[in-house]
């Protein structure tokens, strides 16, 4: 106990929980005295450089291991991503290696939340047959494969070529569809930002201190110590607003009006970079109409926030031009969570390249590319390309413009209806959609109508509850996987322990399930062999990335004089988005619902101690942050006659949570948050079994125009105290 006490304490102290520390105002330095502390670490025997899993960003990470155990993980400081440091997630991955809810070997359903061990050999050949039948009566397309688009991701779509099946489908609607459709069409790509030397920096609805990118939090924060003026714009006192100059309580759904009247003062006003628009952009002029009327005063009464404010963040964002951005964003405003999320994302292109700011210092910018080899010879004949559409009708008539991305919160729907044609059988890997996606419930009755579900997971997630096979796959410190990539850096995972279970990396898994299923001609490659001929011209191999985990290597820089658009430039005006049924240049669309009196809109967002569903029953993440509470402002709650800490019933048109209420200035009075990644519904998992309410249940399924994004913030909901 007291061992676990210390070890819990130190922890916290050498983490870099952003939350904590942008509201002490600290600095981002590891603690020299909680490294003293670790004891383990002194006596260490080997240090294995390897890659975070803790979340999708993947930092390098030593794994400081001794008697086949690791102890402990710090930042590598030679990977260009964590630069020696890791956020809270990333120091508590050992308990993710070590806990003792996790999968230990595969398991065939047997009853309602029962499962039975089951060798490998029989789970692929089960499997296998099961495909091979179902393949027979229905077509190959009867396979959709649901994943978090990872490393392993190519092999993934390899097995679906090889099978025969388009269906191949990403998270992308429940997370960044919206902002990638409308940076792929007018920037031919979504360029990052150069947090470093960034001199005015605008985020609307992104969450920087909050939805960590460990990285972008370290730029930022010497940004910042150098006199970088950041503005946080959010319904609520988010993470980042702690860490910024400002924050400007917009009205939620309603960010669109605001950056088109910046754009709107920027043109009047002849702030913007004037050569650069004429030279790198095209559509100027359609832009100047398109926006003529979204006047401050318009915007104003739209967002609540004053007209003055709105013109003065304008201009001080154009007068630090080249070196000011505003956010592409990542999952709220511009990424998904809206009707008119691709509006907004629009809008925020539009108004970067208002700034000049593409390929400048401190503006945005597109990695350098890397020429790897072509593995494909290694990986059987050329599969043929798959004859049906796709299942959810991404890139087709409806959404051209989707053609990446995929519409995974249809999938109960479509189920349901069998259309366009039955799908029978689903893979899902690395993804939690009862919890991710929406209308949990409707997610869950699909999957009880499907003739084969396979989970692919390092724990008993909520969806693998409802598999007919739970396939274990190794976690990020007992495996390899194909090369990470970060500007001219190539980066290896690699094990820093054997497999303390019976699992697998899961391009075995991928391959056993293929050979089984009559496919095995197309998986007659090692790991090792797939990444070696990647590296080849590279003049490396994966043993000798091995030893220091990193290599820089050749890379091309951008081109930003040739975009990847049909006119090379910047598509202020895109066809394109007007051949998908919308404007020609950015314009006003209200968000889709309006709450009522006596509802709420319900917003969600992450937390810096937990990764969506992934990290509840992490013991040390646990302790940090144990259960959600919903925010709701001091105003309503008093009207409903609620306090913190009361237990409340929220309830949206799709179904209800109970969860404790937090009474707090911190949000607008028109939105309820509460934070994603709570409410287990698996007993199994016993920390994060109950603990906290899961959003997703009350989540209706909505599909947005264009970029066929599940908008999950257009859902309403009422509240009142639990009986
Ligand atoms: N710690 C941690 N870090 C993560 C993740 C994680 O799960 N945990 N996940 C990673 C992933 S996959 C992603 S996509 C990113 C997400 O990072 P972000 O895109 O920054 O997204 P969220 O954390 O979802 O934060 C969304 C914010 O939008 C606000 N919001 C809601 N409605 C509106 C609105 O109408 N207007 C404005 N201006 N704001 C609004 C919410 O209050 C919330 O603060 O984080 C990544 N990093
Ligand atoms: N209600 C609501 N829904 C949301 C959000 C929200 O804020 N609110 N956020 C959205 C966003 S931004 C995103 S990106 C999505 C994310 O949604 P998902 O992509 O579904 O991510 P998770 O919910 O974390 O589930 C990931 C699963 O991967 C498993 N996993 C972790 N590591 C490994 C591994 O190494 N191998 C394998 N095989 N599995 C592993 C975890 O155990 C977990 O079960 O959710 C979206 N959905
Ligand atoms: S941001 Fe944190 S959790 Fe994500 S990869 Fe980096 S250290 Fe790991
Ligand atoms: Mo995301």
Redesign the pocket.
Known sequence: MLEQKISRRTFIKGSLVAGAVAAFGGSLVPLKGAEAAEAPEASATKVVPTICEM??VKCGVLAHVKDGRVWRLTGNPKDPQSGGRLCA?GNAGTKTLYDPDRLKGPLKRVGDGKFEPISWEQAFKEIGEKLIELKGRYGPQTLVWLAHPELISPLEKHFMAAFGSPNYTGHGPT??SSRNVAFEQMYGGVPGVDYRNIKYYIA?????T????NPDIQKIVAAKAEGAHLVA????F?DFAYFADEWLP?R??T?LAMILAMINVIIRENLYDASFVAERTVGFEELKAGVASYTPEWAAQITGIDAATIARIARELAAAKPAAAVDP?????T?S??YNSVQTARAVAALNALLGNLGAKGGLSFPPTIKFGDPGPLMGPKPPAAVAPRWDGAGGEKWPLNKAHGIIQIFPERVKEDKPYPVKAVVIQHLNPVRSSTNSAAFIEALKQLELVVAIDIQMNDTAYYAHYVLPEATYLERYDPLMTAGNKVILRQPAVQPLFDTKGAEEIIGGIAKAAGLGEYFNFTLEQYNDAMLAPLGLTQAELARTGVAEVAAQPPDYTKLKTPSGKIELACQAFVKAGSTLTPAWEPPLVEPKENEFRF?Q????M???TTTDNNAYLHALMPENELWINPARAAKLGIKTGDVVEVTSKVGSVKVKARVTECIHPEAV?LAH?FGCGVPLRKLAYNSGANGGALIPIITAPVSGAAAQ?ETLVTVRKAG
């Open positions: 979340c999708g997630r997370c960044y609307f609805g992104r969450n920087l909050g939805g960590i990118k714009v959010d319904p609520r988010n917009i939620p759904g960010d964003g990542w999952h709220a405003v990424g969570q809206y917003i967002g992450h937390v810096p937990h990764t969506h948050f990644g913030c």
